[in-house]
């Protein structure tokens, strides 16, 4: 009997064409709309394998009922939305795809960078309902990001890849990170600072972190109040490292100038979320890694994850328990 795989999202045919052969396949076959929860807790009851996407929380109750599950293929690079631990604990494997989408995400990062720091969204809007009347000396002026300093939370592979960008743009670079990176500091020409000296010394900061236990809310009121009132928030890692209920506050009343989010808490945002509605902030729909080019290589890597620990053999991606402390 042919192993039972279960994808969660219509994926192109191309990238699973080479299982039809060897595994039997069901996938929901939905681009837009997730896999309602009924459907998947019915799909993995017999799934060998589940290939998903981030916006599917695999937790403990639905791995439970997992009863062949062999493996979870997240096709992505965080793995929040997976309860690691439950599903170690019953001998099932879960991999990501680190790797393939770093520079695209950090091309993306930057790219909102410069559309917060230069109010872009904000001028197309002013163009295209007519608002632009004339040429003025301080119509629609924003911040500098030559010679301006980033402060990036978190130094791993986009970490990294950001700070490559910026150099191009002179910036001075500071960082904060669990554990120091001595070499990259060398290579990068980066400074390991405290966070709250970070916080205080940057002109742009950018959220690179995982959202873990010890990172969720990490930056809040307090953190906020600590940036200078000219300096930009960019998170293009996960929602919930950013207390959204004070970020709403710190920039409707001024405490920093303005942020770029391509991530939330909620996701889809709702239409009537408060952030929405203010003028300094830049909001994309979780659209980092969002090439075509990358978006395939995830899918490919995830599809070679589930193939080889089908067949038995350790997935190269596989996520470690160590890895979520």
Request: charged fraction near 25%; hydrophobic fraction near 40%.
């Amino acid at each position: 009997m042919r192993p039972k795989i279960y994808i969660t999202r219509k994926l192109p045919e191309q990238i699973i064409g080479d299982l039809r052969g060897d595994y039997d396949i069901r996938m929901w076959d939905e681009e837009e709309i997730p896999v309602p929860l009924d459907v998947l807790e019915e799909e993995m009851k017999e799934a060998d394998g589940l290939l998903c996407l981030l916006t599917e929380q695999i937790d403990e109750s639905l791995i439970e009922r997992a009863v062949n599950l062999k493996i979870i293929a997240n096709m992505a690079v965080g793995h929040n939305n997976i309860d690691v631990h439950s599903a170690t604990k019953r001998g099932i494997m879960v991999t990501n795809t680190p790797g393939v989408l770093t520079e695209t995400t950090a091309d993306l990062t930057f790219g909102l960078l410069l559309a917060t720091a230069r109010r872009m969204m904000e001028a197309e809007d002013y163009l295209k309902s007519g608002k632009w009347k004339t040429w003025s000396p301080m119509q629609l002026t924003g911040q500098d990001v030559h010679g301006a300093t980033l402060g990036i939370i978190g130094l791993g592979r986009i970490g990294e890849a950001l700070a490559k960008r910026a150099k191009g743009f002179d910036m001075n670079l500071v960082y904060f990170n669990r554990s120091r990176k001595y070499e990259q500091e060398k290579e990068l020409g980066i400074d390991y600072l405290s966070l709250e000296k970070l916080l205080q010394v940057s002109d742009f900061v950018c959220v690179m972190l995982p959202l873990t236990p010890e990172t969720a809310s990490m930056i809040g009121m307090k953190q906020l109040k600590l940036m200078k009132e000219t300096a930009v928030l960019i998170n293009t890692a996960r929602g919930g490292i950013i207390d959204e209920k004070a970020l709403y506050e710190a920039l409707k009343n001024r405490v920093i100038w303005a942020a770029g989010l391509d991530v939330f808490e909620e996701e889809p945002v709702p239409v009537d979320h408060p952030l929405l509605t203010l003028p300094n902030v830049v909001t994309l729909p979780h659209i980092g890694s969002a090439s075509i080019a990358t978006r395939l290589k995830m899918a490919t890597v995830a599809v070679q994850n589930l193939k080889e620990g089908l067949a038995g053999e350790p997935p190269r991606n596989l996520v470690l328990l160590n890895k979520e402390k």
